[in-house]
């Protein structure tokens, strides 16, 4: 082929190139418009519409006269330079449209030079289409607020950015144009290298999807749906990547809570002591949990999708399809059954008995049914020992209560016999007590009386010695029979019934008070403190006892001091009202308190503080008998505090 190509004239074979081929001459050095054409191809007059022939010789500014000077400067320059150039769209009119080339000028000679034109006017419409379309594309692309589209070179830097971008990641074009997608990823995502290992997926599949948490410009995240697609070139080299993204993260959020709660769901139906099994409005098994393959013997893929009926014994399997059609019409919370024994039917075809709770789940595909159904064999088992054990134990109660009947019968023969006797003896006691009393006050009366007729008869007769025995004599034996009205109150208080009343015990120990301060001595200082009182239910004459008592304890044991305080007032304890009365007297020796109450018991000398040792057992025995309690606090030489309650 080359040897008949090297055979043929260069005429030749230049006429028959398909590019424009034109020699020019300068006649005058430094004239552009002195170039006169030498030889031009027919290809070449084709472009320029004119006569082969008639060119020839003629000076190029008188051919086309049009032509520009850029062009004939370039030709100049080629000359001057003696190096080749290159004009690139050179346009010209033709008689129906406008024609763009390519020029190719080169030096020949030193004052010729060759010129080659190859009409690029296809070229140049398909790129003006494809510079159009691509104009109308990215005004599309970047019109779209729904999803983010971005335009990525190979490394993930970011060439284009459109307004759905923009809302949906925060960034102004001119902010985010040029940086890395990096700048959207988590530092988790970051640190595993994700975004580029995305990007390589991409490249070698042509197009990958991905969902995952990226950051807007705020910091806040977004849930994104991901499409990257590899663009290529003509010969099949990647060049771009092509990004979509959608904000998903509502519909994520939503997935998560119906995940969060099909997981609840779950959960709850799993760790549910019975089988639960749930069916359709056709009877058809949707859904069971553990236990019911623990009880049945089923897989869980062997019972979906079958009707519930096979959990049934057979003879029980078209009257229940009846029964489930009424009760899909009144769903209900309900037992399965009620009053009669059910049976249900494991793989192996073994019955065993059952109890069944029914709830109705409404779904939107309609009602559903909830059974939880519980094995109760050993329900039964124990059911018939404990009516074994409580047959046994009738039995034995039956015989208990016939011996404890005729213990009974000999304890109120017992008890009638020996109240019989104590009434007996309390009859003795009562004329004994009076008895002693009567007997002994004589005498006591007539030691007084005779003492005090020595001390007026035979006072100056008497020594200081003297005196001061008979007035020990004297009071000696009024303290006796002091002692004895206290042993006769207490004996009879023991034995009084007492009637309830209304005591209004603010008045009661005012009055109390009043009466008592009479007999201290007018120099004494007392200060008495009486808080607001709640009234109670008791007896009023025994109550008044109590308070003499306590009180005269107060003013007696204080009166070593130069001024005597005593407070009455109540306080809560344990959520009880307790009665208090507080006094700032000599107190006692706390390791002594057990004895407080006791008869005859004194915990102070009677030549130091006179008394019999019977008052407080008086208050402890008027506490109990109506149902209270009464406790002491002291501390030697600071004063004592008596607590006590009664019954509201």
């Known amino acids: 082929m080359y040897s008949r190509l090297a055979s043929l004239p260069t005429e030749t074979i230049l006429e028959q190139a398909p590019i424009g081929v034109l020699v020019l001459q300068l006649e005058k050095n430094n004239d552009p418009y002195s170039f006169r054409i030498t030889y031009m191809n027919k290809t070449n007059a084709n472009f320029l519409e004119k006569n082969q022939e008639l060119i020839i010789g003629k000076r190029l500014i008188d051919i086309l006269p049009d032509v520009s000077s850029e062009f004939l400067l370039k030709c100049m320059n080629v000359l001057h330079q003696k190096q080749a150039d290159l004009l690139t769209n050179v346009t010209r009119k033709s008689t129906h449209d406008q024609k763009f080339y390519n020029v190719h000028i080169s030096p020949i000679a030193t004052d010729t030079v060759s010129v080659f034109s190859e009409n690029v006017s296809g070229l140049r419409s398909i790129e003006q289409d494809l510079h159009r379309s691509n104009n109308i594309f990215q005004n599309l692309v970047r019109e779209v607020e729904d999803y983010a589209i971005l335009i990525l070179d190979l490394e993930g830097n970011i060439l284009n950015w459109n307004i759905g971008a923009e809302n949906m990641k925060g960034y102004k074009e001119d902010e985010i144009i040029g940086k890395n997608i990096q700048v959207f990823y988590p530092d988790e995502d970051k640190a595993s290298n994700l975004p580029q290992k995305l990007l390589e997926e991409a490249k070698q599949k042509g197009k990958i999807e991905h969902s995952g948490w990226r950051i807007r410009k705020n910091g806040s995240r977004f849930w994104a749906n991901v499409v990257l697609t590899t663009i290529h070139d003509k010969e099949g080299k990647a060049t771009n990547f092509i990004k979509v993204v959608r904000d998903l993260t509502q519909q994520q959020s939503t997935n998560e809570s119906l995940r969060k709660s099909e997981q609840k769901f779950r959960s709850i139906l799993e760790a549910a002591p019975d089988a639960m099994v749930i069916v359709n409005q056709n009877g058809i098994i949707e859904l069971s949990n553990t236990r019911t393959k623990d009880l049945f013997g089923y897989e869980y893929h062997e019972l979906i999708g079958q009707k519930v009926e096979i959990l049934l014994p057979e003879r ?333």
């Open 316 to 648: 029980y399997a078209s009257t229940h399809e009846h029964h489930r059609k009424d009760y899909e019409q009144k769903p209900r919370v309900r037992m399965m059954g009620k009053g009669i024994e059910l049976q249900a039917r494991c793989k192996d075809g073994s019955l065993f008995p059952v109890e069944i709770a029914l709830s109705p789940l409404h779904i939107e595909e309609g009602v559903f049914t909830v059974a939880a159904i519980r094995d109760i064999t050993e329900n039964k088992k124990i059911w018939q020992q404990l009516q074994d054990v409580n047959t046994i134990l009738e039995n034995k109660v039956q015989q208990r209560t016939d011996e404890l009947a005729k213990l009974n019968n000999m304890l109120e023969d017992k008890v009638r016999i020996r109240t019989q006797q104590l009434e007996a003896s309390n009859l003795e006691l009562e004329s004994f007590s009076y008895s002693i009393s009567h007997d002994l006050r004589s005498p006591l009366r007539a030691i007084v009386g005779y003492s005090n007729i020595l001390l007026e008869d035979h006072y100056k007769e008497l020594s200081e010695d003297a005196k001061s025995v008979i007035d020990i004599i004297i009071k000696n034996t009024n303290r006796m029979g002091q002692l004895i009205d206290d042993i006769l109150e207490l004996s009879r208080i023991s034995k009084q019934e007492i009637g309830l009343d209304t005591v209004d015990m603010e008045m009661l120990v005012q009055e109390v008070f009043q009466t008592l301060i009479k007999t201290e001595s007018p120099s004494r200082i007392i200060h008495f403190k009486l808080d607001a009182l709640p009234p109670t239910t008791g007896n009023t004459v025994m109550l008044r006892q109590v308070i003499i008592n306590l009180l005269s304890n107060a003013l007696k044991y204080s009166r070593p001091r130069t001024e005597t305080h005593v407070h009455v007032g109540t306080t809560l304890i344990k959520n009880e009202q307790v009665y208090f009365i507080k006094d700032n007297g000599v107190g006692f020796d706390s390791r002594h308190h057990a004895k407080l109450f006791e008869l005859f018991q004194r915990l102070h000398k009677s030549t130091e503080f006179e008394g019999t040792g019977v008052g407080l057992a008086i208050v402890h025995r008027v506490i109990q008998k109506h149902r209270g309690k009464i406790w002491a606090e002291s501390t030697l030489g600071e004063g004592s505090c008596f607590y006590f309650t009664l019954p509201p």
